[in-house]
C-alpha cells in the first residue's frame, strides 16, 4: 500500500506531557498538510509544507505546536504540554501540486489523541 | 459563520432510495472536492470538480459543481448499505492550498 500512513493510529497522555505523530506522504507527494478534526466538525487546517520549508501556519498551530519535515519526505507534529483541549483526530494529507486549481489532498487514517 | 454549509446534517434512508445532498456557501471557489469518511479513519477523496456546471460520475454517485462556482450537490442513486459514512465537502480558493470543509452529511442506509 503506497498511501498516506501516519503513526501512532491512537495515542493516550496525560495532561502536561509531550506527544509526537508522524506522516509519511505518497512518496512522489511534494505538498504535506496537517489538519485537525474534532467530534460534529469537519477536518481544519493546521499547516503544511511545500517539499521541506513550512509555506503557511493556521492560527489554531499555538506555540505549543510544532511541525517539521527536515528532508522534504516524512513529517512529524509535536504537542508539548498537552491540554485536554487538544484531544482530537490529527489528520495527514500530502498532494502532488502541479498547479493551484486540482491540488487534490489524499488523508492518512489519522493519530486520535486523548488527553486525560 | 461556516464558510461551506452541508445539509441535510443527517439523513437515513431505507436501501434503495435515492438521495441528494447539498453543499453551499456564499464564497467562490476554485474547486471542490467530496470525500468519504469512515468512524476512526481518514477522509478518502471521492471526486473533484473544477468547472462551473461540471458533472461528474462515480457509478450510482453524481457530483455537480454549481454554475458560479459557489455549491456542489451530491446525488445517489439506489442507495446501499455501504453509502453509509459522513459526507465531507471540501474547497480551494484562488491560491490558497488549504482545503475548507464544511461538517458534513452523516448518512445512514437501512438495509
Known amino acids: 500500500d503506497t498511501g498516506v500512513s501516519q503513526n501512532p493510529r491512537h495515542k493516550i497522555t496525560k495532561r502536561g506531557q509531550n506527544v509526537t505523530f508522524r506522516c509519511d506522504p505518497i512518496s512522489e507527494h511534494n505538498r504535506l498538510y496537517w489538519y485537525r478534526q474534532t467530534l460534529g466538525q469537519g477536518p481544519e487546517f493546521l499547516t503544511y509544507f511545500q517539499n521541506e520549508a513550512q509555506l503557511e501556519k493556521s492560527r489554531l498551530l499555538s506555540d505549543r505546536f510544532s511541525a517539521e519535515r527536515p528532508k522534504g519526505s516524512f513529517s512529524t507534529l509535536e504537542i508539548q504540554r498537552t491540554e485536554q483541549g487538544d484531544s482530537a483526530m490529527y489528520l495527514c494529507a500530502s498532494s502532488l501540486a502541479l498547479g493551484q486549481t486540482r491540488n487534490e489532498q489524499f488523508f492518512g487514517p489519522g493519530t486520535r489523541l486523548t488527553v486525560l | 459563520t461556516q464558510l461551506l454549509e452541508q445539509s441535510p446534517q443527517f439523513l437515513s434512508i431505507q436501501e434503495g432510495e435515492n438521495l441528494t445532498v447539498y453543499c453551499n456557501s456564499s464564497?467562490?471557489?476554485?474547486?471542490l472536492q467530496w470525500y468519504r469518511q469512515e468512524p476512526g479513519e481518514g477522509p478518502v477523496l471521492l471526486v473533484t470538480?473544477?468547472?462551473?456546471?461540471e458533472v461528474k460520475k462515480l457509478k450510482r454517485l453524481t457530483f455537480q459543481f454549481g454554475d458560479a462556482r459557489k455549491d456542489s450537490s451530491l446525488h445517489i442513486t439506489a442507495a446501499q448499505p455501504g453509502d453509509t459514512g459522513l459526507y465531507l465537502c471540501a474547497g480551494l480558493q484562488g491560491a490558497n492550498s488549504k482545503l475548507t470543509f464544511g461538517k458534513g452529511i452523516t448518512l445512514s442506509v437501512r438495509p
Open positions: 464564497s467562490v471557489f476554485s474547486s
Open positions: 470538480v473544477v468547472t462551473g456546471g
